[in-house]
């Protein structure tokens, strides 16, 4: 098996041709930018609102809670979805028949498994906000 590089030369040109004109453009726009530094420049920017006390503030824990049982059960519908309209599609479904029984008995322990974390969390009070 004889492997030749003549063939890449087109490509590896292409891509050094796009590396220089990407740095040059930069280092262009560098040297030939104008530069006015002023104090509002360098005040940071959030949605055209002038910045009220220190960035550092500390959030509640229950935010970041909260956002990974969002992700949690978003990953849930990432995995039910798909076996649901593979399963239960239209009118052929694409998982054999001799799996569909095995595989909603799959589906349903991993549902019950999350719902049993769901019900932990709303015991252990991640759901209220005081």
Same mark, same amino acid.
């Given at each position: 098996?004889?492997?030749?590089?003549?063939?890449?030369?087109?490509?590896?040109?292409?891509? *050094? +041709?796009?590396?220089?004109? %990407?740095?040059?453009? +930069?280092?262009?726009?560098?040297?030939?930018?104008?530069?006015?530094?002023?104090?509002?420049?360098?005040?940071?920017?959030?949605?055209?609102?002038?910045?009220?006390?220190?960035?550092?503030?500390?959030?509640?824990?229950?935010?970041?809670?909260?956002?990974?049982?969002?992700?949690?059960?978003? *990953?849930? +519908?990432?995995?039910?979805?798909?076996?649901? %309209?593979?399963?239960?599609? %239209?009118?052929?479904?694409?998982?054999?028949?001799?799996?569909?029984?095995?595989?909603?008995?799959?589906? *349903?322990?991993?549902?019950?498994?999350?719902?049993?974390?769901?019900?932990? %969390?709303?015991?252990?009070? *991640?759901?209220?906000?005081?």
């Amino acid at each position: 098996m004889d492997f030749d590089l003549s063939t890449y030369y087109p490509i590896l040109i292409y891509a *050094v +041709l796009i590396g220089c004109f %990407a740095a040059g453009a +930069l280092i262009a726009s560098h040297i030939l930018g104008p530069r006015k530094d002023t104090k509002v420049k360098g005040m940071p920017y959030e949605s055209g609102m002038d910045p009220l006390g220190d960035a550092k503030k500390q959030f509640d824990v229950r935010f970041y809670i909260i956002a990974i049982l969002f992700l949690v059960f978003d *990953v849930e +519908l990432l995995f039910i979805y798909p076996w649901a %309209a593979s399963a239960y599609g %239209a009118e052929t479904s694409t998982l054999p028949l001799r799996f569909s029984t095995p595989a909603f008995v799959e589906m *349903v322990l991993f549902t019950l498994t999350l719902l049993i974390g769901y019900v932990y %969390a709303w015991k252990a009070g *991640v759901f209220q906000w005081r």
